[in-house]
């Protein structure tokens, strides 16, 4: 990916009281991702373009739709450049950038995972097919404890790091962070959820531990960001905004910390507080 594949130029009005004045601006892209598994679609993902391979590996596993990243045998993303791009072609290259191939090995794939069914991704939702009466949710195991002092700086970490935001806005990032805080990756997208598939997939792709990790996230913690972190083992999720009432509920079914309304020297630890130190409430 360029470095301007994730901004689009644009001409646009800025009005005040005293009238108004045409710009020259960029805003963030927005494109289908067409995700095939064996050779049948299985989801259309509204991204914004870059790390394609990483955004696919985490939300086949984060979404259930593999039992394991072992399953996966390859990922083919044809999108950085090609030669119709380099021809002049720009149409056709925005086709092939915007189509990914998985192949699984046999009885890889969840049952459940019905991929007759297009499953479609949206910017501000999550998954269509969402409600289920039994969650076939693991544990999350104990993990280390972390120190809950080191969560304070992560916010600010993570904005500071947030350069596609710095430059066109629109967008969410998610981070992850081992337990002395240091960053491991930050990843910015168009979708809430994206961002976090990203993250998940970066380290499935470079063997990068997840259950002694924490996940930070800038927008709102909801049922799909909470089964997520639960279906990789990350031991405690935080954001600067809020959870819903069935997050919190599934965190402290399946023994996941959740952290909302961090920033500055504050938070809200709603479940397993005594993974960050504190008395368990």
């Known amino acids: 990916m360029t470095e301007v594949d994730f901004a689009r ?10 009238g108004g004045e045409e710009k020259k601006i960029e805003i963030v892209r927005e494109e289908p991702l067409s995700l095939h598994i064996n050779g049948r679609q299985a989801a259309l993902l509204m991204r914004m373009p870059g790390r394609e391979r990483e955004l696919v590996a985490g939300f086949c596993v984060s979404e259930g739709l593999v039992k394991s ?18 021809e002049g072609s720009e149409g056709e290259a925005v086709i092939s950038r915007n189509r990914a191939h998985v192949v699984v090995r046999s009885g890889g794939l969840q049952e459940e995972a019905r991929l007759e069914v297009v499953r479609l991704i949206r910017a501000g939702c999550g998954a269509v097919d969402v409600d289920r009466s039994e969650l ?21 970490d993570m904005r500071d790091a947030q350069r596609v935001h710095k430059r066109v806005g ?9 337990i002395e805080g240091q960053r491991v990756v930050l990843c ?23 259950s002694d990790k924490l996940l930070l996230c800038s927008g709102r913690l909801s049922y799909e960001m909470v089964t997520k972190a639960i279906r990789m083992g990350i031991p405690a ?8 009432s069935l997050a919190v509920q599934i965190a402290d079914q399946f023994n996941l910390t959740m952290v909302g309304y961090l920033g500055g020297q504050r938070m809200t630890v709603y479940t397993h507080s005594e993974r960050l130190g504190m008395s368990s409430q």
């Open 9 to 18: 130029p644009w001409h646009a009005w800025s009005f005040d009281r005293d």
């Open 136 to 156: 076939p949710l693991p544990t999350v195991d104990e993990g280390p404890e972390i120190d809950y002092q080191i969560l304070f700086g992560l916010s600010r």
């Open 170 to 178: 629109g967008v969410h990032a998610a981070a992850l962070y081992d």
């Open 69 to 86: 990243f072992s399953d996966v045998l390859t990922i083919q993303h044809c999108g950085r450049t090609s030669i119709a791009a380099e």
């Open 188 to 210: 910015e997208d168009v979708g809430r959820h994206n961002a976090v598939d990203k993250v998940i997939g970066y380290c499935l792709l470079r063997d990068v531990s997840l």
């Open 237 to 244: 999720l935080a954001s600067m905004s809020s959870p819903t």
